[in-house]
């Protein structure tokens, strides 16, 4: 199935494309040389955050390339502790909860206060790539909240996530080894030597850092075997979660202290164990990852998985060569630092073809927050902490529903959507997702969001008088058609498409039908001729956000 026409239809501009083969090999990674258009900072910013609000473009439109990813990549702090936003067992409304005594009774509260942090986070992300790779080191290592049960923990993880965004990929997996959720999720803790649980190493191995490779024999893949997934829980052994401190513990009465041998995938390696204390348990630790990151398929598996999530899902006999295998030799060769990957690629000529704008259908979160911060209703934007709360709370419902619940992902290996062969982005669309999202956009377009038990007034939320100012002069349709086109969409819509939206506003008449109706209001905005005007600019919003192109990325 075509990619672009799997939503689109007929509907969008007919533009012959390079072959991918000859789009990679004509500028692979080469510094991108074209005209550098507000197109093209669309797209950077598109796929390196949720969204763009007006003012942040007004920022990026007077930068060059290297500007903007100067400020995408540039220095964070750790956000602030989540508080709670409701008065919840002994801690009160506006103050932190993650170093509060765990009670099994305020968990999914305290679960459902860390979600809507995170998405005030993501809502008022600055022009920071650090939100969107949270989302993808979240899907990477994923941890079911439902598993661990403990907010504390999952909040401990985002802190050590964060801290590590655009950091060393080797250090976070060695990091990630021996944090607490994870233990708990991957039943880390309960692997001793006299009871061996094999899932950690597992999935350390398969989906957290080398993968599995094609299957030469059962249960064995050419990167591992079953062998070197029993030899490396035994490494793991006496490690555990204490709830008290939130943080690991190394019990050495469980740890297996004798010789691991790994098979020819791993070249015989043999990790012997130093002594029975937590240094010396590390030691092995530190070993095993060092033992897995020599191998050149693993910076390959990482590669891959950035690329689906930044440009495109179809990663061919081309692509791997021209731009995959270069990239994992630049992140073996950078020590593993992600950043100078992200950077060579966002600089790349590849990254800015045509044939990779709008080749996404939106995430749900793409979808719910990139629309939310795009027209910044004020009602998703309260003030009020319990609003805010009720508020974030119905965003992460919405997105739910959609199949993408922040947090909670369905099992270790993330989204399907992320990796599920041949369909990848295109499961985010089905009969019942379709029309949430499509509900989503009436509510906010045309009829009215009900935000779970708080109901703030009445009317749709976004201010189509706000926005249509977008346009250069509002009292010409076309321009108006056209501003909205700018801004909603990742590819360029025909003008026979154009000219049905620009009915909406001129009832199918000339154009200069609605030229005199603006006119007339602007001189006497009595509230008939208000109405009247509103009334068409929502029809035609609506329509607009409602059409398939709009869910491409």
Not at 212 to 239: C, F, M, V
Not at 273 to 293: C, D, P, R, W, Y
Not at 300 to 311: D, N, P, S
Request: charged share 20%; glycine share 4%.
């Amino acid at each position: 199935m075509n990619r672009r026409t799997f939503l689109t239809g007929t509907l969008v501009e007919q533009v012959e494309q390079p072959s991918s083969t000859a789009k990679a090999v004509a500028s692979a990674l080469d510094p991108f040389s074209g005209q550098w258009t507000d197109k093209q900072r669309k797209h950077l910013l598109h796929r390196t955050m949720f969204g763009i609000q007006l003012k942040q473009f007004e920022q990026a439109s007077m930068m060059t390339l290297q500007e903007i990813l100067d400020m995408l990549f540039s220095a964070q702090t750790l956000p602030s502790h989540p508080v709670a936003y409701l008065n919840t067992g002994n801690i009160t409304a506006g103050n932190d909860w993650t170093a509060a005594t765990y009670d099994v009774n305020q968990e999914n509260v305290r679960l459902a206060f860390l979600q809507s942090w995170q998405i005030s986070m993501m809502l008022n992300q600055p022009i920071r790539i650090h939100d969107k790779l949270m989302l993808f080191w979240q899907n990477h290592f994923a941890t079911g909240s439902g598993s661990v049960k403990d907010a504390r923990l999952m909040h401990k993880q985002y802190e050590l996530l964060f801290n590590n965004v655009l950091g060393n990929f080797k250090s976070m997996v060695e990091s990630i080894v021996l944090d607490p959720a994870m233990l708990r999720y991957l039943n880390g803790n309960t692997n001793s030597k006299d009871r061996p649980n094999e899932n950690f190493a597992r999935e350390l191995q398969e989906l957290f850092t080398i993968g599995k490779g094609p299957e030469i024999a059962p249960g064995n893949y050419t990167n591992y075997t079953e062998q070197d997934i029993k030899e490396a829980a035994r490494i793991l052994t006496g490690w555990s979660d204490n709830q008290t401190t939130q943080t690991a513990t190394f019990k050495s009465a469980s740890h297996d202290t004798g010789k691991k041998t790994f098979s020819a995938a791993y070249k015989q390696t043999v990790i012997q164990s130093g002594g029975t204390t937590e240094a010396h348990a590390k030691q092995e630790v530190s070993a095993l990852i060092n033992m897995i990151f020599a191998q050149e398929a693993t910076s390959l598996y990482i590669t891959r998985k950035l690329y689906r999530f930044f440009v495109d899902y179809i990663i061919d006999e081309s692509v791997e060569t021209f731009v995959i295998q270069p990239l994992a030799k630049l992140l073996r060769e950078s020590s593993f630092e992600i950043k100078p990957v992200l950077q060579t690629l966002f600089k790349s000529e590849h990254f800015y073809s045509s044939t990779f704008k709008g080749c996404f259908i939106k995430t749900p979160m793409d979808f719910v927050i990139g629309t939310s911060r795009l027209f910044e209703p004020a009602l998703l934007y309260p003030q009020d902490q319990k609003e805010v709360h009720w508020a974030y709370r119905t965003l992460r419902r919405l997105m739910a529903q959609m199949g993408q619940d922040l947090i909670s992902p369905p099992n270790v290996a993330g989204l399907p959507a992320y990796y599920q062969e041949p369909a990848y982005h295109e499961l985010w669309i089905n009969a019942d997702t379709l029309q949430k999202r499509i509900k989503f956009i009436g509510d906010l377009s045309v009829d009215h969001l009900q935000l779970d038990e708080m109901a703030y007034g009445k009317g749709a939320l976004i201010d189509v008088f706000k926005i249509v100012e977008w346009a250069g002069d509002p009292s010409d349709s076309m321009q108006i058609v056209e501003a909205w086109c700018d801004w909603f969409y990742a590819i360029d819509i025909n003008a026979e498409v154009k000219h049905v939206m620009q009915r909406f506003l001129t009832g199918g008449l000339e154009d200069f039908v609605w030229t005199n109706e603006w006119i007339e209001w602007k001189n006497n905005p009595t509230e008939d001729k208000t109405k009247a005007i509103e009334v068409k600019l929502r029809t035609l919003l609506k329509y607009m956000l409602s059409m398939a192109e709009y869910q491409l990325a």
